[in-house]
């Protein structure tokens, strides 16, 4: 079965730290990525996303994320983190060859210390 | 202001105590979904519906249903509410799965004893 996998469930950095949250999932086909991000309280809403061309996407606020496709990852990037970025990051797979389905990761708890 | 406005936004409930959790979009979206978030298991997708009078199962769909009589609305309804669907939930909309972003609700937190 396909599936999202993010190995760090929670992060703690300092402000100012370079972050990079790992992302990989499991299908051979082609595929849709995304990041969203869950601030405290709030609802989830898109960071960056990618359907093709340059792997290197950027998004809101800063973040970046590489597409690899010969590692089935999609890391989420911050050169330097501010205390604002404490949130949860979910990373999300939508299968080319399905009309329906988005599937998530289990979600990344980050927390900045100021 | 485009938005999908999920209520109600907090709920305690009994056990079999029918409960209807309402989700409306104003985006036209075709795309509606519910999701359920549990700590360490992200987000798992309950039901989805890619037009009016169509729906289909996720992942998770035991103990709901769902209907989609309007573009607009996407009810959940737990029949027969049990503990373990403690949960919170959220609803999303997209123009069509895949092409673009998913636009979430504010979330509705069900507590069920």
């Known amino acids: 079965a396909q599936s999202v996998s993010q190995h760090n469930h929670h992060v703690i950095l300092s402000e100012a730290a370079s972050l990079e949250l790992g992302c990989n999932y499991s299908?051979?086909?082609?595929?849709?990525l995304f990041w969203y991000v869950q601030y405290p309280g709030q609802h989830l809403q898109l960071l960056l996303k990618?359907?093709?061309?340059?792997?290197l996407v950027k998004g809101i606020k800063g973040f970046e994320a590489e597409f690899i496709k010969s590692k089935f990852s999609f890391n989420l990037r911050k050169p330097s983190v501010q205390w604002s970025d404490t949130a949860e990051y979910f990373c999300a797979v939508n299968l080319y060859s399905s009309a329906s389905k988005i599937i998530f990761g289990s979600g990344t708890r980050l927390s900045i210390r100021p | 202001e485009a938005q999908v406005t999920q209520n109600p936004r907090y709920l305690i409930t009994v056990t079999g105590k029918k409960l209807t959790v309402t989700c409306s979009q104003n985006?036209?979206?075709?795309?509606m979904s519910w999701y359920r978030q549990d700590p360490g298991l992200g987000l798992r997708q309950i039901y989805y519906?890619?037009?009016?009078?169509?729906?289909d199962k996720g992942d998770v769909p035991e103990g709901y249903k769902v209907s989609r009589k309007e573009k607009r609305n996407f009810p959940l309804i737990l029949e027969s509410p049990s503990p373990n669907q403690t949960s919170l939930y959220f609803c999303a909309s997209a123009v069509v799965i895949g092409a673009g972003e998913l636009f979430f609700g504010e979330g509705s937190r069900l507590t069920v004893l």
């Open positions: 990618y359907f093709s061309g340059d792997p």
């Open positions: 299908y051979g086909g082609t595929v849709n």
């Open positions: 985006m036209n979206h075709e795309y």
């Open positions: 519906s890619m037009n009016v009078e169509v729906t």
